[in-house]
């Protein structure tokens, strides 16, 4: 079958041939529908050599959704032939994290060398793609894998923010969304879709903010120094009850704080390397600044069900296998707008 390989550390991303895998006990093989390309895979790809924790060739694709082809051994759960999107995550099952279903979270997953597909085990920009155990499948009967398939956390991932913070969310409230990309575009919808308040959305791109408008944030504004002034006289001074910051580099770290209100929070969801201090007197008083990592499986669930509901959609980029390490070349130059999705 053919792959997008990393496969060696500095170089980019390849497409080669390699073997179809095959299901043992417990495991489930898929034949890929969609794979989602995302941008913790060119952080991945950025980590020098005595850095890189996981074995080459490495394939890529931590999105992914597909139709059973073969099942091992105890496998009951999903049957061959049923169309079913990947919870990424994944942990030892057993603690007490897993025991939630906040995989994400578990405590015992680095111990135990368990990798989520793309991120350590075999990824998903593949025909085909191994998933170790049946529960981190989520049917999705009817729904259009290639639409369906970023929710697996370009749309988890901002869903579990929102609900960590939703105490913040109440009618009346005002939330910032800061970077309208991959995640931050669906944000926006899940912000209309699931709480009372007034969304601001901040980007640097004129697209982006287009795209913003049109998907139901209720305010567009340019991503600047002039951003945190524009929120607090939007609010009356206040500030944001809830800051999403989707990008996460030190710019829009101190802008998020900036823009805060008190007795508020500042989530920073995206990987760009920017850091908060937290102390007495660095940002307003009572706001807590939170990181957040993916979701919980029974949150994918509840977020599949929002998209039937048509309460959510993802404006996706569809291409090739054979374009798979092109897309990581247009990602980097920030040529993609809402999500790349492969198909094989």
């Known amino acids: 079958m053919r792959a997008v390989q990393y496969v060696q550390v500095g170089q980019a991303p390849v497409v080669n041939d390699v073997p179809v895998p095959e299901p043992g006990p417990g495991q489930v093989l898929l034949k890929v529908t969609a794979a989602g390309v995302c941008h913790s895979d060119v952080a991945v790809m950025s980590w020098p050599a005595d850095a890189f924790p996981f ?161 139901g944030a209720h305010h567009a504004l340019r991503s600047d120094t002039q951003a945190p002034g524009a929120v607090r006289d939007l609010t009356g001074g206040a500030g944001a009850n809830a800051v999403f910051d989707f990008v996460g580099a030190q710019a829009t770290v101190e802008l998020a704080a900036k823009a805060a209100a008190k007795d508020s929070s500042v989530n920073i969801v995206g990987i760009g390397g920017g850091a908060l201090p937290v102390g007495f007197g660095a940002v307003p008083y009572g706001t807590a600044v939170e990181t957040t990592y993916w979701g919980g499986r029974s949150e994918l669930i509840e977020l599949i069900d929002l998209a039937r509901q048509g309460a959510v959609g993802v404006h996706v980029e569809r291409y090739g296998i054979e374009q798979g390490p092109e897309v990581y070349e247009r990602m980097e130059e920030g040529r993609i707008q809402g999500r790349a999705v492969v198909v094989p």
Not at 74 to 90: D, M
Not at 124 to 136: F, G, P, S, T
Not at 151 to 176: C, E, F, M, S, W
Request: charged share 20%; hydrophobic share 45%.
């Open 55 to 215: 074995r080459l060739p490495l394939t890529l694709g931590h999105e992914a959704a597909g139709v059973v082809e073969a099942v091992g051994e105890n496998v009951s759960a999903v049957a061959v032939g049923e169309s079913v999107v990947v919870y990424g995550p994944w942990g030892c099952g057993a603690c007490r994290e897993c025991s939630r279903g906040m995989e994400n979270y578990c405590a015992r997953a680095e111990e135990l060398g368990i990798h989520p597909p793309g991120l350590g085990a075999p990824g998903a920009l593949a025909e085909y793609v191994l998933i170790d155990d049946q529960r981190h499948l989520v049917p999705i009967g009817d729904l259009d894998p290639v639409r369906t398939v970023p929710l697996t956390d370009a749309g988890l991932t901002p869903y579990h923010a929102i609900k960590r913070a939703q105490h913040n969310l109440y009618p009346g409230a005002t939330a910032v969304v800061i970077g309208v990309g991959g995640l931050g575009h669906v944000a926006v919808q899940l912000l209309r879709a699931m709480t009372g308040a007034t969304v601001v959305a901040l980007d640097v791109r004129e697209e982006s903010l287009k795209l913003a408008e049109q998907i």
